[in-house]
């Protein structure tokens, strides 16, 4: 008898973790989808200036570090976190061709194909880069989700 009690508490605990990593995933995976639809929204016309609360929405996620090094020379860390381990990711530094430099550090995330089924496991992803620009360039953060 105790021992049908040790494995009921057991498949109890493992069902109670189960759930509670669905609820994550669930909220995670809509906020994701929410960011989507507001990127899609914004780069479907040219017309319009880019808008701040999509910045907003992305800097809880992403967070951007620049340091100027020296002679035109940058470093940039972007700390952020990915919803599972199948997303890919990718970044570059744009720099315009204006002065002083206007410098967008440009993170694509794309999504893995419905068919993979993939394990949810919020981890932190660090990116680290460089680029040349002046001293008195500017530089933000551009989250693109695919």
């Not at 990593?21 to 994701?32: E, R």
């Not at 990711?89 to 440009?106: G, L, N, R, Y």
Request: some cysteine.
């Amino acid at each position: 008898m105790k021992l049908f009690i040790k494995i009921l508490i057991v498949i109890l605990t493992v069902c109670v973790f189960l759930f509670c990593g669905m609820l994550v995933y669930i909220n995670f995976f809509n906020n994701t989808k929410d960011s989507d639809i507001k990127n899609q929204d914004s780069s479907t016309s040219d017309d319009e200036p880019d808008n701040d609360a999509d910045d907003e929405d992305d800097s809880e996620r992403f967070e951007l570090n620049s340091e100027y090094i020296d002679e035109n020379r940058w470093e940039y860390e972007v700390k952020g976190y990915m919803p599972t381990p199948c997303h890919s990711i990718i970044h570059q530094a744009i720099v315009a061709e204006s002065f002083p430099e206007q410098v967008t550090i440009e993170v694509t995330i794309t999504a893995p194909q419905d068919e993979i089924i993939c394990s949810q496991a919020i981890e932190e992803t660090v990116l680290l880069g460089s680029y040349s620009a002046s001293e008195q360039s500017t530089y933000k953060l551009k989250v693109i989700w695919k």
